[in-house]
């Protein structure tokens, strides 16, 4: 099986439009939307909703107050500072310890420590992961809950849900729209992966993502190649990244022009390649070549990829 993971590090380099177009181009993939946060592939990609399940992030302790005798001993243990005292002339408990369900990392030491049993450790709904089908194969995707931890757990579902999907439907290629940043939802996205395509477009806040990006994957030794997007906009950073891809002996696998038709496919809610038949759509196509040619380099099993990619019509 061959996972190709595709990450900008800042949102708005147009990652999100490349991966529908991607998806478009190798028709038949397991397609992955990892950016929990902000899930949006799902609406170019006119997905039909098969199935959802509740996403169980963590557990979350409360305090049953009949039982608590306000000794206080929890507090000293939350380093979350999640346990508050209060005190309240209204209430028939008067005073009382309560627990900040934001601040609760569900570490469940406070459970541990108190001397009454009086502490509930329960698990908590953190969000839903959804299956959808599209034209392009199938998508699996998720919505974390506002104000919600564990993106990086979630991240993990979703990447396990579509191997799963791979194996039981046998298909050979997964294609992974990773969160933005390069903090634990990356790691969560990238590890273990096969290929690590990294879209950048030249400005200085782009270039320097993308250099934190790269010593990740170097990092954890991910074959890793470079998409330019918006590539014509400035040619002076454009160039610039390209030596710095060459001394670093990356692979730039292509660039994208800036194309307004861009913008248009998602107000039509499309990708690129469906919407326009010119312009980026051809120099999408040459990247999608590129990125079939390191995906075979890379694979477990180079024999089968070949076999999943060149059907009729791909
Ligand atoms: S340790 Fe238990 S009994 Fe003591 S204040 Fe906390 S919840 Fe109440
Ligand atoms: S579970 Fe952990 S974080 Fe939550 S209140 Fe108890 S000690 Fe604090």
Same mark, same amino acid.
């Given at each position: 099986m061959?996972?190709?993971?595709?990450?900008?590090?800042?949102g708005?380099?147009? %990652?999100? $439009?490349?991966?529908?177009?991607?998806?478009?181009?190798?028709r038949?993939?397991?397609?992955?939307?990892?950016?929990?946060?902000?899930?949006?592939?799902?609406l170019?990609l006119?997905?039909?909703?098969?199935q959802?399940?509740d996403?169980?992030g963590?557990? #979350? *302790?409360?305090i049953?107050e009949? %039982?608590?005798?306000?000794?206080g001993?929890?507090?000293?243990?939350?380093?979350?500072? *999640?346990?508050k005292?209060?005190?309240?002339?209204?209430s028939?408990?008067?005073?009382r310890?309560?627990?900040d369900?934001?601040?609760c990392?569900?570490?469940?030491?406070?459970?541990?420590?108190c001397?009454?049993?009086a502490?509930?450790?329960q698990?908590?709904t953190s969000?839903?992961?959804?299956? $959808? &089908?599209t034209p392009?194969?199938?998508?699996v995707? /998720?919505?974390?809950?506002? /104000?919600q931890?564990?993106?990086?757990?979630?991240?993990?579902?979703? #990447?396990?849900?579509?191997? $799963?999907? !791979?194996?039981e439907?046998?298909? &050979?290629?997964?294609?992974?729209?990773?969160?933005p940043?390069?903090?634990?939802?990356v790691i /969560?996205?990238i590890?273990?992966?096969?290929?690590?395509?990294?879209?950048?477009?030249?400005?200085?806040?782009?270039?320097?993502?993308?250099? #934190?990006?790269?010593?990740?994957?170097k990092h954890?030794?991910i074959?890793?190649?470079i998409?330019?997007?918006? !590539?014509?906009?400035?040619?002076?950073?454009?160039?610039?990244?390209?030596?710095?891809? /060459?001394?670093?002996?990356?692979?730039?696998l292509g %660039?994208?022009?800036?194309?307004?038709?861009?913008? $248009?496919?998602?107000? *039509?809610?499309?990708n690129?390649?469906d919407?326009? !038949?010119?312009? !980026?759509?051809?120099n999408?196509?040459?990247?999608?070549g590129?990125? #079939?040619?390191?995906?075979?380099?890379?694979?477990?099993?180079?024999?089968?990829l070949?076999q999943?990619?060149?059907?009729?019509?791909?």
């Open positions: 061959t996972e190709l993971v595709i990450v900008s590090g800042k708005g380099t147009g %990652k999100t $439009s490349l991966v529908g177009s991607l998806a478009a181009l190798s038949e993939s397991v397609l992955v939307d990892c950016d929990v946060d902000a899930a949006d592939l799902h170019i006119q997905n039909r909703l098969q959802s399940s996403f169980i963590g557990k #979350r *302790a409360s049953n009949e %039982k608590c005798l306000k000794c001993i929890c507090t000293e243990y939350c380093r979350f500072d *999640a346990i005292y209060e005190f309240s002339a209204d028939p408990f008067s005073e310890y309560v627990i369900k934001h601040a990392d569900g570490c469940g030491v406070c459970v541990r420590h001397p009454e049993e502490i509930d450790f698990e908590v969000g839903e992961w959804y299956l $959808s &089908d392009y194969g199938p998508l995707h /998720a919505r974390l809950g506002l /104000a931890a564990n993106s990086g757990k979630l991240v993990s579902l979703l #990447r396990q849900q579509a191997r $799963s999907l !791979a194996d439907k046998g298909m &050979d290629i997964i294609i992974v729209d990773g969160p940043g390069i903090g634990c939802p /969560a996205s590890t273990g992966s096969s290929y690590i395509l990294i879209v950048t477009e030249p400005s200085m806040s782009a270039i320097h993502d993308m250099e #934190r990006l790269l010593q990740l994957t954890f030794g074959p890793t190649g998409c330019i997007n918006k !590539a014509d906009i400035n040619p002076a950073l454009t160039s610039h990244i390209e030596s710095f891809a /060459a001394k670093q002996q990356i692979r730039i %660039k994208i022009p800036f194309d307004p038709a861009v913008t $248009s496919a998602q107000m *039509a809610g499309t690129i390649i919407h326009l !038949a010119d312009g !980026a759509s051809t999408l196509k040459h990247l999608w590129e990125i #079939r040619e390191e995906l075979m380099e890379h694979s477990d099993n180079p024999l089968q070949k999943e990619i060149i059907k009729p019509g791909k």
